[in-house]
């Protein structure tokens, strides 16, 4: 029969480390090494085929313990700190946390048993003098609450982020047109009397990309008789 | 006002509040002096004690809140449905008492502790307000550092960090350990 171990319910190299130790029922500070390096890899082997993202440490681990196991097999020399040294200082630490986590755990049950009320949103009526209430609040304190509410929001309101993107009043192409038209009346032109035609900003951008494109295609010409002086469009 | 009076206030105020109360926020409320406060506070909890009494005045660092007596539970409990919200786990609970004891500490440190990557537990950790993030280490990286919150205080019941459960090995099993440690 397959003997299947949920290997998942170990968090960790330590944890599984620390229950081969407690099953065998050994000594800390006095591991038999060989002895649970092979356990460990027996699992470890069982776990390769299942998850890699977390055997990777367990593999840490399973080398560790097969170089302390090496060490151990060659002479000592004296003096020389125990192989397992390292590890069990490692495993020491651990074992302070985790047993310092189930006594957490023994407060946590213990403190669950007082019970406590969430604050209330209390109102109480304010409208027993409104004129009084609003004459000391201005714009700006309203501002300022709803701001520290949405500050004080765990999830921020998202901003809107759609707008409208409206169609062009102006093209450049129909103001081409109408630079033509002007031209075809008038040889020479001022430039200020295109621009005056409409005082809208949108329409003078229009108007500068129109009389740029038409000068690139040579439509027409720019000229200024001297610098900062009047443009004069003059037909191609 | 009296003492009774003073006492009576801040009964009420903790009632309505529900939360743990700041103790100087009691005194600004009251326009006495903090010791005075506290002074009635824990008179007030010794009060509580007493055996007709069903709630009792919890203190957390500098803040003060009513709960239910513990004693009573199981009938209060009568009255609300299961906690369906998930206890925290093992693991969880490995990385919460790092940071607890070692604060302030960085994600490296609670991972060589544990042996593994804490990542996911640490982010779960503070998405139940139980850690945050009190600075950062002036270290390469500038990794961030991890403390407990007020709320892990409220949450295990300690009045303050100091009375965290002392940090030990079961000294049974070392004694055991050290005396019946022999060569290989």
Known sequence: ?236 | MNESKLKSIIESILFAWGDPLDIREISKILNIKDSLTYTLLTEMSQAYLSEDRGLVLKKFDDCYQLKTKDDNFFYVSELFKPNTRTSLSNAALEALSIIAYKQPVTKIEIDLIRGVKSDYIVKSLMDRNLIEIIGKLDKPGRPVLYGTTGNFLTHFGLASLKDLPELVLDEEKIINKVSGGDEH
């Open chain 1, 1 to 236: 029969m397959e003997y299947i171990v949920h290997i998942s319910k170990f968090h960790g190299p330590f944890e599984l480390l620390f229950y081969l130790i407690e099953a065998n029922e050994v000594d800390i500070y006095d591991i038999p090494i060989s002895e649970i390096a092979d356990q460990y890899l027996s699992y470890v082997d069982l776990l390769t085929g299942f998850d890699m993202e977390i055997t990777s440490e367990f593999i840490l681990m399973a080398s560790t313990l097969l170089e302390i196991k090496s060490k151990m097999l060659l002479p000592q020399r004296e003096n020389q700190e125990d192989p397992r040294a390292f590890l069990v200082n490692q495993l020491v630490e651990y074992k302070l946390y985790r047993e310092a986590a189930s006594r957490l755990k023994e407060q946590e049950a213990l403190e669950a048993r007082f019970i406590s009320k969430p604050a209330e949103e209390i109102e109480y009526d304010g409208t027993v003098n409104e004129q009084l209430l609003f004459g000391e609040i201005s714009a700006y304190d309203l501002l300022y609450t709803i701001k520290k509410l949405l500050k004080n929001r765990a999830i921020p309101i998202k901003e809107e982020t759609t707008y409208v993107i409206e169609k062009d009043e102006y093209t450049v192409a129909d103001c081409i047109h109408l630079i033509n038209e002007k031209l075809e009346k008038l040889k020479k032109l001022n430039i200020i009397e295109i621009f005056s035609v409409n005082q809208s900003k949108k329409f003078m951008i229009v108007v500068f990309l129109s009389l740029l494109e038409m000068s690139k295609l040579r439509n027409l010409k720019l000229i200024q008789d001297r610098v900062f002086g009047e443009i004069f469009i003059h037909k191609a």
